[in-house]
Each structure stands twice: as C-alpha cells, then as structure tokens.
C-alpha cells in the first residue's frame, strides 16, 4: 500500500464516501450544474487492499458525456487555428478571430483541469476528505473557544 491508500484507510473515510460530507452537500447544487455541462462526474473508486489497489472503476453516463465534452472542445480549439494562421489581418477581424481562438483554448483547458480533477482520486476526493478531517479537527477548538 504506498502513503495515500494508508492515510485514507486509517482515517475510517473510503474515497467513495466524499459526496457524504457535509461541505459537498452543501455545494451539491453547484456540482449538478457542472454536472449537466459536462464538467463533473463522480467516480467509484476500488476499495484499498494489497491486491485491488488499481483495479477498473465502472465507467457512468457522466463520465463519458464529460470525456465527450472534453474531446469536443479541443476539436473547436484545432479547427481554430487555421483562422490565425490563413489571411490574418490585423483589425477587427484579425482581433475577433484571435479571441475567439483564445477563448475556445480556455474553455478547453478548464474543460481538462475538471476532468483531470474528477478523475483522480488525489484531487477532488482527497480534497473533500481532507476539508472533512480539518473540519472535525477544529470542532473540538470552537466548542471549546464558546
């Protein structure tokens, strides 16, 4: 088991148990948004032993519309750049063509970074379990400090 595995498995919470806490309850309208525009989705992850630590998760709806939404975006952002490249002006056209091209690139960065960030348990898991641990960490101190 290499340190992440331990660290989750000791502290009783399984990387599947992060949509149960309370600050993604809280934000679970914002993430079905996100949701439907294809820039979350929630992934199982295998429980921790020595043998299935990196085995297959099952593959969902959202996981293959946000990897299609992904796919699609860095599509536009290639069929873009022959505007830079042919006839470039510059004025407005040349300026509408530029941010045009620009945008579509962010868009498909951002894009990549939510997918990158649903599909690897470091992040967006971790990130929740960790807020939950600190969370009840300092429960103890607020009680107190009342």
Request: charged share 20%.
């Amino acid at each position: 088991m290499d340190d992440t595995s331990r660290k989750y498995v000791s502290s009783g919470i399984t990387p599947n148990d992060y949509t149960e806490t309370p600050l993604f309850q809280v934000m679970k309208p914002f993430f079905f948004t996100m949701k439907l525009h294809g820039m979350y989705f929630c992934k199982r992850y295998a429980e921790f032993s020595d043998e299935n630590l990196k085995s297959k998760c099952p593959v969902t709806w959202s996981f293959i519309f946000s990897t299609l939404v992904v796919s699609t975006n860095w599509i536009m952002f290639v069929k873009l750049i022959p505007l830079l490249v042919t006839d470039f002006e510059f004025g407005t056209t040349g300026f509408t063509r530029t941010i045009l091209t620009v945008w579509v690139l962010l868009c498909s960065i951002n894009s990549t970074s939510c997918w990158l960030g649903c599909y690897r348990m470091e992040s967006l898991p971790r990130f929740f379990i960790e807020w939950h641990e600190v969370q009840n960490e300092f429960a103890d101190i607020t009680t107190c400090l009342r």
